[in-house]
């Protein structure tokens, strides 16, 4: 699948040449001509395995996890997507972090603020559960995406009966590749709410904005309720054509900007009618898939995933992925697509 064609083969290293290496070695340089070829490669190396996590599986070690360690002990209880390539670094792709989190009923995680941002895709939940964001707290429902912008303050906590469980999307990787991570706890173990909830959503959910307003970068809109965006789904199948490689795909956004919703990371909702196949597409940017409804199975590259609700799998860079739906189905989906897009380096395929 991936090309074999090299940009630059290493050249036959004399005796003299490998004498030469020992004491380039000893004053820290080296010679270029011998990595080349594994630097710039003609392709995307995948930088990551193709992979996929059961719901089921993850879900009952997170509950074991749940019987051992508080959330407050754990600071997040949160079960690390590691990428079998990766090798033991808590990575599902090269730039991004993926986990799953457990907060039982009467639990709070403490506030705290990072420079790395956040996603979550809500799994489970009880009436209740909530996640704050900056003094507002946001109900998570099943099926919910709910944004925590980079250093905002944020804490968890679950008052009902039924253990709360999501998704967390974070660009943890690439904040330390740039050595750019800073993290702190908030003065209060809790922050105070000091916002009503739904206070962004009653102002930017009907598309109206204020007259005096002003683009900013960060999105005024912290939690895209499953119910608006399955609508908005329903709505696009029932008017627009249906796109072969994609489904119906939609991407969330900054309402204010009409870009994407943070700086470094895209998130996905796609519906695929009931018996719908994909074709190929292979895209730059790694991506992390998960099962919102439905059944379906994936081939990505050489492997093939059969997933059901709440199932992750990843799609490595230029690797190509069809989806086929068993039944209607919608798979959520993030990536670093912003990263490379504002860097000048995201390319897509529809082969
Ligand atoms: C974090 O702060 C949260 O706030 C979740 O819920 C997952 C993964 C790595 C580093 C920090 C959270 C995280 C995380």
């Known amino acids: 699948m991936n090309t074999t064609t090299t940009f630059h083969a290493r050249p036959e290293a004399s005796p003299e040449l490998k004498a030469l290496y020992q004491r380039l070695s000893a004053k820290h340089t ?108 946001t109900t998570m429902r099943a099926g919910d995406f709910i944004l925590t912008p980079s250093w905002t303050y944020h804490d968890h906590g679950n008052p009902s009966d039924k253990p709360a469980i999501w998704l967390d999307g974070l660009d943890i990787p690439m904040v330390n590749l740039f050595s750019a991570s800073f993290a702190e706890h908030h003065p209060d173990e809790i922050q105070p709410v000091i916002r009503p909830e739904g206070d962004a959503l009653s102002r930017y959910g009907a598309a109206l904005l204020p007259v005096e307003f002003t683009p900013e970068r960060r999105s005024p809109l912290l939690s895209y309720p499953y119910a608006r965006s399955r609508e908005a789904l329903d709505r696009l199948q029932r008017n627009g054509p249906v796109d072969p490689v994609h489904g119906i795909k939609m991407q969330y956004v900054n309402p204010a900007t009409g870009g994407y919703p943070m700086p470094t990371i895209a998130a996905f909702l796609q519906l695929l009618p009931k018996g719908f196949e994909t074709r190929a597409y292979r895209s730059t940017d790694a991506t992390v898939f998960c099962a919102a409804e439905g059944r379906g199975t994936s081939r990505v590259g050489d492997e093939s995933f059969a997933w059901g609700p709440r199932d992750v799998f990843v799609v490595p860079s230029w690797t190509p992925v069809t989806h086929s739906a068993h039944g209607e189905a919608v798979l959520f989906s993030f990536s670093d697509r912003p990263a490379q897009k504002s860097l000048g380096l995201w390319r897509e395929r529809r082969d």
Not at 84 to 95: D, E, F, V, Y
Not at 105 to 112: K, L, N, Q, S, Y
């Open 30 to 137: 080296a010679p270029l001509w011998e990595v080349l070829g594994e630097l710039v490669t003609p392709q995307p190396k995948a930088g990551c395995a193709a992979a996929m996590w059961r719901y089921d599986e993850v879900r009952a070690l997170l509950m074991d996890a749940g019987a051992l360690i508080s959330a407050q002990d754990a600071e997040r209880r949160v079960l690390a997507l590691q990428n079998p390539s990766a090798r033991g670094l808590p990575q599902i792709t090269p730039t991004l972090f993926a986990g799953v989190q457990l907060v039982m009923p009467g639990e709070t995680a403490p506030t705290h603020r990072h420079s790395a941002s956040a996603l979550r895709f809500v799994l489970e939940s009880g009436e209740g559960a909530y996640t704050a964001v900056d003094g507002e707290r």
